[in-house]
């Protein structure tokens, strides 16, 4: 059997299945799906290490690389013909795997969670063939690691897929998600006691708790998720793209795919998501399948109750410890947009005893997305921001000025006086700005913010249908009028861009904090020369 993850340079790409929803190794394998070989990566893991932990966003085929692992130590050899592990592994070996996944389903309380987790053990015994006596949920999962060791004679492996989603399926109710997490430690602590009968170990999930919170005494457990080499553990490549998916590419415009998709890093290779580019090649049509996926309600109301400048998500900068913090009353917004998949690693600098991160978002799918939800967010009717950007995008084309001061000043009017009552804003001008930005930003268009120049920095520049529109934001309690306008001329913000040959708007806008709304709105346009 070829190996169906690559095709001989001499013979046609042959157009397969798509593999969309499929986590099943066996089932991609034999049924003549595309598949992308992490087979190399799987050896990798199990000839350098035992215990293993890694943090991904949802859908980005964790599930699929357990079950990679779980089919190359019950050496089913027949599966890996072709594919990167078939010489490198020893199968003359057959390890027994216990399974555990909470991927399924909703666990409401502790009560369902418990019971869920003797089901998964009752599963793992009919399935190795062995009985347990222990009535305590730890004591069985020892019980049974030590059983499947003597049957067989081999050590067990242990994988664990979504370990934390029946927290995060309760995140915002913290008793429950405190009793879930006790409830979970309880089990996974019994890995440490059970070291002499396991052979690998192996834990998934979207978040990263700390080690004291859940997984108290198994100070062993390597985290790969920053690891530069697993980088592509998880999701497609370029390279993977421009191969396997080959027979995909017609008809789709390269570019658009790769900003569109591409862009998610852990400090290596970036990656797409294969749930995105799957139904792309399905629909040819570019959508935000992934963040369509899951409404990111609980992140929406921390960044609003954190008052999050909008415009600051793009270039956040935080230490590697912070991106790691996360637990049931310590949620950091910085590390739940980073592990949630919103931000993914722009650039590191590191400096003795510290690993700063530069954040940005993957793609254009998820900058589009995020802030299109913000933004209806912020009214009544959620329905009207579609209504408001279709709007912006036509005063653009039609360069109608008049019409985008009637636009925001009807979209602030729009935000119900109750918001404000509820949000305490101390930086009128960065919210007033964020509004300004999510919208342009929701359109996908090219937006540089604070962008430097030789005279001072320019609020936010935006580059659309050959033009040039530089806007600066004011407060007019707190400067005089026309101020905002006055700026950038003063400043000759314009000269950085005369180079493009393009018409350069010149945009001051200026809010009053009394009315909650714009009160200025004046534009220059500067001619071509």
Same mark, same amino acid.
């Given at each position: ?10 013979r ?8 969309i ?6 089932e991609?394998?034999e ?27 949802? !859908?980005? #085929?964790?599930?699929? &690389?357990?079950?990679? *692992?779980?089919?190359?130590? +019950?050496?089913?050899?027949?599966? $890996? ?26 666990l ?36 049974l690691?030590a ?14 897929d ?13 008793p429950?998600?405190?009793?879930? !997490?006790? #409830?979970?430690?309880? &089990?996974?602590?019994? *890995?440490?006691?059970?070291? +002499?009968?396991l052979?690998?170990? $192996? ?17 062993n457990?390597?985290d790969?998720?920053l ?7 998880c ?18 415009n390269?570019e658009?795919?790769?900003?569109w998709y ?16 799957l ?6 049509e570019f959508?935000?399948?992934?963040f ?10 921390l ?10 998500l ?25 592990q ?24 254009l ?38 019409g985008l ?5 009807a979209?602030?009017?729009?935000i ?18 964020s ?95």
């Amino acid at each position: 059997m070829l190996p169906i993850s690559s095709s001989p340079p001499d013979r046609p790409l042959i157009r397969r299945k798509l593999p969309i929803g499929i986590q099943t190794f066996r089932e991609i394998i034999e049924e003549g799906y595309y598949y992308v070989d992490k087979s190399g990566y799987a050896v990798d893991l199990a000839e350098t290490g035992k215990y293993y932990f890694l943090s991904r966003p949802r !859908r980005f #085929g964790k599930s699929l &690389l357990l079950d990679t *692992l779980r089919a190359l130590f +019950e050496g089913q050899q027949a599966l $890996f013909k072709g594919l990167l592990a078939e010489p490198r592994w020893d199968w003359g070996k057959k390890y027994p795997v216990i399974r555990v996944s909470f991927s399924d389903g909703v666990l409401r309380d502790r009560a369902e969670l418990d019971q869920r987790i003797q089901e998964i053990l009752q599963d793992n015994q009919t399935r190795l063939g062995v009985s347990c006596v222990h009535q305590s949920l730890g004591g069985q999962f020892g019980e049974l690691i030590a059983l499947v060791h003597q049957k067989t004679g081999q050590r067990a492996v242990v994988l664990i897929d979504e370990y934390d989603k029946p927290i995060l399926d309760n995140i915002t109710n913290s008793p429950v998600a405190l009793a879930m !997490r006790e #409830g979970l430690k309880n &089990l996974y602590s019994v *890995l440490k006691g059970a070291d +002499e009968h396991l052979k690998f170990v $192996f834990l998934t999930g979207v978040s990263k708790f700390s080690k004291v919170s859940l997984f108290s005494g198994l100070n062993n457990l390597t985290d790969i998720t920053l690891e530069a080499k697993y980088s592509a553990l998880c999701g497609y490549t370029d390279a993977d793209v421009d191969s396997i998916f080959a027979p995909e590419l017609e008809g789709l415009n390269r570019e658009e795919i790769r900003s569109w998709y591409n862009g998610y890093n852990w400090l290596g290779t970036p990656v797409y998501n294969p749930f995105d580019l799957l139904l792309l090649f399905r629909s040819r049509e570019f959508r935000p399948y992934w963040f369509e996926t899951g409404t990111p309600s609980f992140l929406v109301k921390l960044l609003t109750q954190r008052q999050q400048f909008t415009p600051d998500l793009s270039r956040i900068v935080a230490p590697e410890t912070l991106l790691s913090t996360f637990d049931v009353d310590n949620i950091p917004p910085e590390a739940l947009l980073f592990q949630a998949g919103y931000l993914t690693v722009g650039s590191v600098r590191r400096i003795p005893g510290l690993m700063q991160i530069s954040l940005r978002y993957p793609n254009l799918e998820v900058r589009t997305s995020l802030n299109a939800v913000l933004l209806q967010s912020l009214t009544a009717n959620p329905a009207q921001y579609g209504e408001y950007a279709t709007r912006l995008y036509d005063l653009l084309l039609a360069q109608d000025f008049a019409g985008l001061k009637t636009l925001f000043h009807a979209f602030y009017a729009s935000i119900p006086h109750d918001w404000y009552r509820k949000n305490e804003l101390a930086n009128f001008e960065g919210y007033y700005a964020s509004i300004f930005y999510s919208y342009f930003a929701a359109l996908g268009l090219d937006i540089r913010l604070e962008d430097s120049t030789s005279h001072g920095r320019i609020d936010m520049a935006v580059l659309f249908n050959g033009q040039v529109y530089l806007f600066e934001f004011k407060v007019v309690e707190l400067t005089p009028a026309g101020q905002a306008l006055q700026q950038l001329k003063d400043m000759a913000y314009a000269d950085k861009y005369r180079a493009r040959g393009e018409p350069i708007h010149l945009i001051g806008v200026a809010f009053s904090k009394a009315s909650r709304n714009i009160v200025e709105f004046d534009v220059e346009t500067l001619s071509i020369n």
